[in-house]
Structures are given as structure tokens and as C-alpha cells.
């Protein structure tokens, strides 16, 4: 199971908590330093009057101290080591997760923010609730110590642990449901903002700005809302638990005046007991206070656990570049997130060293073919093979070699114009990324920018031109000669000089051997095409030679197009014919 990565993670840690747990031991048996400082103070300095006595006592309990501080801040410091840990043997599949999860589950899948969660759980780990959590279990070590002073002491401390108990279960009932809706709103408006950086353009010049900063802004007034009566709840829970434990420990004093009254235990011991219930029952209220961060954090376990929770995949095996064909096996695509197909038992291929153009309609399929032919959707039934081994059994990074893909929304990544042509790959050269460009005809563009290829983009390549940023987005796509390489709309921002340019691209990596799928509505990109599709309402319509097919089409377009022409020249049934004019003589 995939969860094996969050186990295993989890796991990793247990050896650790061991040594905190041992930590804690340690600390909380020095915590009884001061209540036993306190009792032979009371018992034995003051009523011998011995400075001398005083003085040893003050030096051990300096050096319990500090011992017992160096104890705490090396628990600390593990338990944030531990945080740090999680985060790297986890972190990375949370984020694979999280950039993957709109084209593996669909939209909806896209609201999860796994990486934030894999940070909430290393900030818990280095948080005081943890250390709460260590402390509580010694809880009955403390309460027997105040038993062994006097029983009414001992019942006494135990009602408070009862009752302070209590208000941490009622705390988790009333604030788990408010915390899972805060949780919830507060991914939607995220999401919300992400969505309005991604179209500001369009926010701002067509004044939708507005409109969706009231839409933020009610999502966000539900937020704040859920999130107020989170607090409320844990705030009440903490000024209760608060008000009580030092109410507590004024009960345990005038109890322990009454039993000192009556002869049955000393002032110091009464001083004492109260100290060590007081310290007993810290680790209860310190939870109390940290409840609201101990549901985030177990929330967002629970939603990584649900995340990896699927089977594992076989590894595949290193299969060799291919360089044969491209085969499309009889496949049906059913986007994620739908159940209704919108390609149904397509089946073509195309040889290496030729290209296949995919016409269409809008809205037949073309860019869900696209998006199939790179691995980004999986088919729901057949298979897509590259030298007739499918995309499925290949590993991932070693296909991603072997593909190129320029879709039809362009989007750059925040870095160097160079680093974007190179897919960021740590063994890229200044050679293939010239080379690529230079095939992609952007290579003076490159030069023309005041820092050429050294540029730096912004977010999606604000400061470049819808036309440069498909032009580098080509570049990108052919980089290192890929075998197969997917194009959908690539002149759709394209001057002349564009155009030109992206042909003499299709025609070099033919030659050097690739297969080359264009998408395209522009006849102008089907020119470089040996072969064509015709894909119209999710299916195959024809497949053949470029040429063959486009007569086809024409064809038929003009038989469309004479057709209603002649259904308005046709008299309707019950119409009476116009007799034609008379001619004049």
C-alpha cells in the first residue's frame, strides 16, 4: 500500500520518541527538585536554623536545575529533529500528490493541500503539546506521591484530575465538527486565490475583480465564523481548566492547613503536596490549551493517510528509448472527476519520422487525445504504446524523457528562461538548450531580452507575450529530441513569422527521427502533417493521408453548407409559389 510511505515515516520516528519518552522520565522526576527543596526547608532548615544545611540544598537544586534544563531543551530539540525528518521522508510524495491530484482525481481532489498538512504535523511535533502528551502518562506518579502525604490529598488531586479530564473530552466533542467545517473553508478560500492569480488578467480587464472579492469575501466571513467559535470553545476549555487547577490548588492548601492544624502532616509537607498536584496537572491543562492545534494535526494525518491510502504500483523495469511508432490501441477516456467518456475506441498510430495532425470540432476530444497520448489521463480501457510497450509500464521520469508536450494553455515556471527549456533538470546543458530554441526559432528572441537566456520570469511568464511564452513552451517541448512530441494548438498565438517557424521545427525533429502530433484548428500547422485525424464527437471519423482527408472534409463542409441553402429556397408545406415576374419585352 502507498500508505507504506507514511507508515514508514511514522515508524522512522518511533525510536526517537523512545529517547523522548526517556527525556521525559528524567524530567519529570527532576521536577519533584522543588517540592522536595520546599519540604526540607520547611522541616529541617528552619527548625535546626542550619545555614549550612540550606546552602548544600541550594547547591543541589542548582545542579538538578540545570541538568534537568539541558534535559528539556535536548527534548525539544529532538522532537523538532523528528518534525524535520517526517517532513523529508514525506514532504516530496505530499507534493507529487498535491500538484498531480487535478488530472488524477479532478477538480474537487484539487482543493487538498497535502504539503500544508505534512507542515502542520512538523510544527506539532516541535509544539508544547506534544511535550503534554509525554508529561500526562506520569500524571499517577505524581498523585501517588501527594497520596503518600495524606489520602484526603490523594482523593482530592484525583477529583481534579477527573474533572480537568472531562473538559478535554467535552473540548474535543464540541470543537471537532467546527474545526473539520474551518478546515474545509479554509482550503475553498485558498483555493479561491489561487484561482484569481492564475486569471488576474482576466480579473482586471474584464472587472470580475469585484465580483470575486465578494465571492472570497464570503467564503472567508464562514472561515472566520467557523474559526471564532473554534476558538470560542477552546478558549472556554482553557480558562475553565485554568481557573480550576488553581482553584485545586488552593483546595489542596487549605485541606493540607487543616490536616497540619490537626497534627497530621507538616506545613512543608502541605506546601509540598500542593506544588506536585499543581505539577501534575500541568500536562492536562497545557493540552487543553493546545486541543485546537492537536485536532489540526490529527485532521491532517488522517487526510495524508486517506491520500496514500492507495495500492502500490509495480516498479516498472528500464525499457530502451523508443524509436519505431506511436500506437493508439482502441482507447476510451473518461476525464477524472466524470464518468461520461469523451473519447470512444480511438485507434491510429503514426512511424517515427512522421506527423499526425488531429482535426476536429470543438469540443470533439482533441486535447483529451492530447492529454492522453503524454500520460497526463490514463485511458479507462485500451492503451497508448510507444514501440508497443504501453505508457503504463514505463517509470515516469524515464518517459518523461521521451515525451514533449506544449499544451494549449502555456504555462512557465518562476525561474530563468533557460531553466524552463531544460524542464529544471539538474543535468541540463547550455548546448541542448540552445539547440532547442534554435529548432524552435526563438533563439534571437532569447538574445533580444536584456539578460537572453539568463532571464528571469515571473509567475506563468507574466512579463513575455502570449506568442514568446508558446514559442519557449516549444522549446521546451522538443528539448533533448524526444520521441514522441504532442502539440495541441501550437499557432494559436503565432504570427506569421511564428508559424513559419513552428514548421521548420516539425520538419527537424522528423528528421531526426521523432513522431509529431499536432492539434490544430489553423490549417497553416497541418502543412509539416503526413497523416491526419478526424476526431468528431469523441470518435474516430476518418484516418488516412493528409491530403485524402482534407478533400474529405472540404467536401463535406460544402455538401453542409449547400444544404441549408437549398432547405430555404424549398417551399414549406401548405405555401403557395410565387408566380415569377413578367419579363418585359
Given at each position: 500500500?502507498?500508505?507504506?510511505?507514511?507508515?514508514?515515516?511514522?515508524?522512522?520516528?518511533?525510536?526517537?520518541?523512545?529517547?523522548?519518552?526517556?527525556?521525559?522520565c528524567?524530567?519529570?522526576?527532576?521536577?519533584?527538585?522543588?517540592?522536595?527543596?520546599?519540604?526540607?526547608?520547611?522541616?529541617?532548615?528552619?527548625?535546626?536554623?542550619?545555614?549550612?544545611?540550606?546552602?548544600?540544598?541550594?547547591?543541589?537544586?542548582?545542579?538538578?536545575?540545570?541538568?534537568?534544563?539541558?534535559?528539556?531543551?535536548?527534548?525539544?530539540?529532538?522532537?523538532?529533529?523528528?518534525?524535520?525528518?517526517?517532513?523529508?521522508?514525506?514532504?516530496?510524495?505530499?507534493?507529487?500528490?498535491?500538484?498531480?491530484?487535478?488530472?488524477?482525481?479532478g477538480?474537487?481532489?484539487?482543493?487538498?493541500?497535502?504539503?500544508?498538512?505534512?507542515?502542520?504535523?512538523?510544527?506539532?511535533?516541535?509544539?508544547?503539546?506534544?511535550?503534554?502528551?509525554?508529561?500526562?502518562?506520569?500524571?499517577?506518579?505524581?498523585?501517588?506521591?501527594?497520596?503518600?502525604?495524606?489520602?484526603?490529598?490523594?482523593?482530592?488531586?484525583?477529583?481534579?484530575?477527573?474533572?480537568?479530564?472531562?473538559?478535554?473530552?467535552?473540548?474535543?466533542?464540541?470543537?471537532?465538527?467546527?474545526?473539520?467545517?474551518?478546515?474545509?473553508?479554509?482550503?475553498?478560500?485558498?483555493?479561491?486565490v489561487?484561482?484569481?492569480?492564475?486569471?488576474?488578467?482576466?480579473?482586471?480587464?474584464?472587472?470580475?475583480?469585484?465580483?470575486?472579492?465578494?465571492?472570497w469575501e464570503?467564503?472567508?466571513?464562514?472561515?472566520?465564523?467557523?474559526?471564532?467559535?473554534?476558538?470560542?470553545?477552546?478558549?472556554?476549555?482553557?480558562?475553565?481548566?485554568?481557573?480550576?487547577?488553581?482553584?485545586?490548588?488552593?483546595?489542596?492548601?487549605?485541606?493540607?492547613?487543616?490536616?497540619?492544624?490537626?497534627?497530621?502532616?507538616?506545613?512543608?509537607?502541605?506546601i509540598?503536596?500542593?506544588?506536585?498536584?499543581?505539577?501534575?496537572?500541568?500536562?492536562?491543562?497545557?493540552?487543553?490549551?493546545?486541543?485546537?492545534q492537536?485536532?489540526?494535526?490529527?485532521?491532517?494525518?488522517?487526510?495524508?493517510?486517506?491520500?496514500?491510502?492507495?495500492?502500490?504500483?509495480?516498479?516498472?523495469?528500464?525499457?530502451?528509448?523508443?524509436?519505431?511508432?506511436?500506437?493508439?490501441?482502441?482507447?476510451?477516456?473518461?476525464?477524472?472527476?466524470?464518468?461520461?467518456?469523451?473519447?470512444?475506441?480511438?485507434?491510429?498510430?503514426?512511424?517515427?519520422?512522421?506527423?499526425?495532425?488531429?482535426?476536429?470540432?470543438?469540443?470533439?476530444?482533441k486535447?483529451?487525445?492530447?492529454?492522453?497520448?503524454?500520460?497526463?489521463?490514463?485511458?479507462?480501457?485500451?492503451?497508448?504504446?510507444?514501440?508497443?510497450?504501453?505508457?503504463?509500464?514505463?517509470?515516469?521520469?524515464?518517459?518523461?524523457?521521451?515525451l514533449?508536450?506544449?499544451?494549449?494553455?502555456?504555462?512557465?515556471?518562476?525561474?530563468?528562461?533557460?531553466?524552463?527549456?531544460?524542464?529544471?533538470?539538474?543535468?541540463?546543458?547550455?548546448e541542448?538548450?540552445?539547440?532547442?530554441?534554435?529548432?524552435?526559432?526563438?533563439?534571437?528572441?532569447?538574445?533580444?531580452?536584456?539578460?537572453?537566456?539568463?532571464?528571469?520570469l515571473?509567475?506563468?511568464?507574466?512579463?513575455?507575450?502570449?506568442?514568446?511564452?508558446?514559442?519557449?513552451?516549444?522549446?521546451?517541448?522538443?528539448?533533448?529530441?524526444?520521441?514522441?512530441?504532442?502539440?495541441?494548438e501550437?499557432n494559436?498565438n503565432?504570427?506569421?513569422?511564428?508559424?513559419?517557424?513552428?514548421?521548420?521545427?516539425?520538419?527537424?525533429?522528423?528528421?531526426?527521427?521523432?513522431?509529431?502530433?499536432?492539434?490544430?484548428?489553423?490549417?497553416?500547422?497541418?502543412?509539416?502533417?503526413?497523416?491526419?485525424?478526424?476526431?468528431?464527437?469523441?470518435?474516430?471519423?476518418?484516418f488516412?493521408?493528409?491530403?485524402?482527408?482534407?478533400k474529405?472534409?472540404?467536401?463535406?463542409?460544402?455538401?453542409?453548407?449547400?444544404?441549408?441553402?437549398?432547405?430555404?429556397?424549398?417551399?414549406?408545406?401548405?405555401?403557395?409559389?410565387?408566380?415569377?415576374?413578367?419579363?418585359?419585352?
Open positions: 500500500m502507498k500508505s507504506n510511505i507514511l507508515a514508514s515515516a511514522i515508524a522512522a520516528t518511533r525510536r526517537t520518541f523512545v529517547s523522548v519518552a526517556i527525556f521525559s528524567v524530567v519529570n522526576i527532576l521536577m519533584l527538585t522543588g517540592p522536595l527543596f520546599m519540604l526540607q526547608v520547611y522541616d529541617r532548615v528552619l527548625t535546626s536554623r542550619s545555614v549550612p544545611t540550606l546552602l548544600a540544598l541550594v547547591v543541589l537544586v542548582i545542579g538538578l536545575y540545570v541538568f534537568m534544563g539541558l534535559i528539556d531543551l535536548v527534548r525539544y530539540r529532538v522532537l523538532t529533529r523528528v518534525g524535520h525528518r517526517f517532513d523529508e521522508e514525506v514532504g516530496r510524495a505530499a507534493f507529487l500528490s498535491q500538484v498531480s491530484a487535478p488530472i488524477r482525481s477538480p474537487l481532489a484539487a482543493k487538498s493541500e497535502p504539503v500544508r498538512d505534512v507542515d502542520q504535523l512538523r510544527q506539532f511535533f516541535s509544539s508544547s503539546g506534544v511535550t503534554a502528551i509525554f508529561d500526562m502518562p506520569w500524571l499517577p506518579l505524581y498523585v501517588g506521591i501527594v497520596f503518600l502525604v495524606h489520602p484526603w490529598l490523594g482523593y482530592l488531586a484525583v477529583l481534579g484530575a477527573v474533572v480537568l479530564f472531562s473538559i478535554a473530552l467535552l473540548t474535543d466533542r464540541a470543537a471537532r465538527p467546527v474545526m473539520r467545517q474551518s478546515g474545509e473553508l479554509a482550503a475553498q478560500r485558498n483555493s479561491i489561487s484561482a484569481g492569480r492564475r486569471n488576474a488578467e482576466v480579473l482586471h480587464g474584464m472587472g470580475m475583480l469585484s465580483a470575486v472579492g465578494t465571492l464570503g467564503v472567508n466571513d464562514k472561515f472566520l465564523a467557523a474559526n471564532a467559535r473554534a476558538a470560542d470553545v477552546v478558549g472556554l476549555s482553557s480558562v475553565l481548566s485554568k481557573v480550576f487547577r488553581l482553584f485545586l490548588q488552593s483546595a489542596v492548601l487549605a485541606l493540607g492547613a487543616y490536616l497540619a492544624i490537626q497534627e497530621q502532616i507538616s506545613p512543608g509537607a502541605m509540598a503536596a500542593s506544588i506536585i498536584m499543581a505539577r501534575g496537572l500541568q500536562p492536562v491543562e497545557m493540552a487543553v490549551q493546545n486541543w485546537r492537536m485536532l489540526s494535526a490529527q485532521q491532517a494525518y488522517r487526510r495524508l493517510r486517506a491520500l496514500f491510502d492507495r495500492p502500490e504500483e509495480a516498479e516498472p523495469v528500464d525499457l530502451p528509448a523508443p524509436k519505431r511508432d506511436l500506437m493508439v490501441d482502441t482507447i476510451t477516456v473518461v476525464p477524472p472527476g466524470s464518468r461520461t467518456p469523451t473519447l470512444i475506441d480511438i485507434r491510429l498510430g503514426a512511424k517515427a519520422g512522421t506527423a499526425l495532425g488531429i482535426i476536429g470540432p470543438s469540443g470533439s476530444g486535447s483529451t487525445l492530447a492529454r492522453v497520448l503524454v500520460g497526463v489521463w490514463p485511458p479507462a480501457r485500451g492503451s497508448v504504446n510507444l514501440d508497443g510497450a504501453p505508457l503504463s509500464q514505463w517509470k515516469p521520469d524515464a518517459l518523461g524523457r521521451h514533449g508536450y506544449l499544451p494549449q494553455d502555456v504555462e512557465l515556471f518562476e525561474g530563468t528562461i533557460a531553466a524552463n527549456i531544460a524542464r529544471f533538470s539538474p543535468d541540463a546543458t547550455d541542448k538548450v540552445i539547440a532547442a530554441a534554435t529548432t524552435a526559432g526563438c533563439h534571437e528572441l532569447i538574445l533580444s531580452l536584456k539578460d537572453g537566456y539568463a532571464t528571469m515571473g509567475d506563468q511568464g507574466a512579463m513575455l507575450s502570449a506568442g514568446q511564452r508558446q514559442r519557449i513552451a516549444l522549446a521546451r517541448a522538443i528539448y533533448d529530441d524526444p520521441f514522441l512530441i504532442v502539440l495541441d501550437p494559436s503565432l504570427d506569421g513569422y511564428g508559424d513559419s517557424a513552428l514548421n521548420r521545427a516539425i520538419a527537424t525533429m522528423k528528421e531526426r527521427g521523432s513522431v509529431v502530433i499536432i492539434v490544430a484548428h489553423r490549417p497553416s500547422a497541418l502543412s509539416a502533417t503526413d497523416k491526419l485525424a478526424l476526431i468528431e464527437n469523441g470518435r474516430l471519423a476518418d488516412g493521408d493528409r491530403d485524402e482527408v482534407l474529405k472534409v472540404m467536401r463535406r463542409e460544402k455538401v453542409d453548407n449547400v444544404r441549408p441553402a437549398a432547405q430555404l429556397q424549398k417551399p414549406q408545406p401548405g405555401q403557395k409559389t410565387q408566380p415569377a415576374a413578367p419579363q418585359n419585352a
